[in-house]
């Protein structure tokens, strides 16, 4: 599978397409519960992916567990706004709910990886709002991705292999925070955001 070519794509109306992006173990997830507890109005999107479901996910609840058959279905009907190869899993956003929303000026919020982020800020361009979360050192970062007790160590590798070229891009995001304290980053994204609506 190749990766798409990026389309212009518009916003119209009050609604923001927030895109939020950044190594794995940077703490994306966790800032987009607490955006979401502070904005129960927008919508989250699920992305799909192609890995296996931890122990503690669900099907439609962290992402949608799809087989590669599935994803190779969606690729060719054109069903995703985004979609890249991630340490030898696939991911994307499925497209209708999130034009779907946008067009009735709901705004979205998307956690993606940095490929898949950089496809929608060549579609949106300025009319979305792009949020690199870094972490303070690629130390730290092995610390968390060690933490979770649910990769491998060659997959935890892999993951700060990744990292490295993801961190390596983050000047092309419209805001760059790093992820250092948990309310002082909650802080710094606040502010972004309310400069922004």
């Known amino acids: 599978m190749s ?14 397409l927030w895109v939020i992006s950044g190594p794995s173990g940077a703490g994306k997830g966790t800032l987009c ?13 699920i992305s799909a ?5 931890r122990a ?13 058959e599935q994803f190779r ?4 009907e054109d069903g ?10 696939t991911y994307g956003t499925p497209k209708a709910p999130i034009l779907e929303r946008l067009a009735r000026g709901q705004s979205c919020l998307l956690e993606i990886e940095v490929q898949g982020a950089l496809q929608l800020k060549a579609q949106f361009g300025s009319q979305a709002q792009f949020i690199f979360i ?15 007790q649910t990769n491998t160590a060659d997959d935890i590798e892999n993951r700060l292999s990744i990292a490295q070229e993801e961190l390596a891009q983050q000047h092309l995001f419209d805001a ?17 955001i309310a400069t922004c609506l």
């Open 176 to 192: 760059v925070i790093v992820n250092d304290d948990l309310a002082t980053t909650k802080q710094a994204l606040a502010k972004r």
């Open 73 to 76: 279905q969606a690729i060719a």
């Open 56 to 68: 503690h996910e669900t099907h439609g609840r962290e992402y949608l567990f799809w087989t590669d």
């Open 49 to 53: 992916t192609t890995r296996a479901p």
């Open 33 to 45: 519960d607490w955006l979401c507890a502070q904005h129960p109005e927008w919508y989250w999107s």
């Open 134 to 148: 870094a972490p303070p050192s690629i130390e730290v970062l092995r610390s968390r991705l060690t933490a979770r």
């Open 3 to 16: 990766t798409p070519s990026p389309s212009q794509s518009t916003i119209t109306g009050p609604a923001c």
């Open 80 to 89: 995703l706004i985004e979609w890249a190869v991630y340490n030898n899993c």
